[in-house]
């Protein structure tokens, strides 16, 4: 497999950014193993970049791993840039990973704005680690998931960690289809499923998301 794809800055996940490898640099040491380092990556992002999905801008100049960090919060695509650039830079083969999923503890106010309980493009992360591709979604940060009596996705670096499946003794999230796995954000075809699910936040003034 090459692995140089997964390695190298791109558009959306620019690695070579500066402040992105300053802050992988704060994150974790040179001295762990690649692992333990995709673990303390892991945790910085999740815990450290804020869940806001509710002020998307779909300008392609807008949309970075560099903006995420600037902002200090995202939705879970924005995060996942985050999370993989940062794995660059400690030469972690990283990728994203696409699926639509079915939020079953979303708040209300949420659904009725996407008029949908499935969230289409939703971001994670996969790393290559002691031979084998290992998931994980920094999506939601510690903090939020107290909020709504989640306990918070864990990761170890060896097992995949992509299902909230249950609070409460209710189902959390369920995965509905896979985009697949890719190098770098594939912008026109997040659009696009984005048009084609919520075509009510295209129209009008009340345009939530902005398309370049």
């Avoid at 392609?60 to 794995?87: F, M, N, Q, W």
């Avoid at 189902?171 to 890719?182: A, D, I, T």
């Avoid at 912008?187 to 919520?198: D, I, K």
Wanted: proline share 4%; glycine share 6%.
């Amino acid at each position: 497999m090459n692995f140089d794809i997964y390695l190298r800055p791109t558009r959306f996940i620019d690695s070579d950014n500066r402040d992105v490898i300053e802050y992988a640099n704060l994150l974790t040491s040179a001295h762990r193993t690649d692992a333990q380092k995709a673990v303390d990556l892991y945790y910085g992002v999740r815990d450290g970049i804020l869940y806001d999905p509710h002020n998307i801008i779909l300008r392609p100049d807008a949309i970075s791993a560099s903006h995420t960090l600037e902002k200090g919060r995202g939705y879970c695509v924005e995060k996942s840039l985050l999370l993989a650039a940062v794995g660059r830079v400690h030469k972690i083969p990283s990728r994203l990973g696409f699926s639509i999923v079915k939020n079953h503890l979303s708040t209300q106010k949420f659904i009725e704005m996407l008029r949908s309980d499935k969230f289409v493009f939703h971001g994670y992360n996969e790393f290559w680690l002691n031979g084998k591709w290992v998931k994980c979604t920094p999506a939601f940060n510690k903090s939020l998931c107290e909020k709504f009596n989640v306990a918070p996705l864990e990761f170890d670096g060896e097992h995949d960690s992509i299902f909230h499946e249950y609070a409460d003794g209710k189902k959390y999230m369920e995965y509905l289809h896979e985009y697949g796995q890719f190098d770098d954000l594939p912008y026109n075809l997040f659009v696009q499923e984005l048009q084609a699910h919520y075509p009510h936040l295209f129209e009008g003034e009340t345009v939530i998301f902005l398309p370049a």
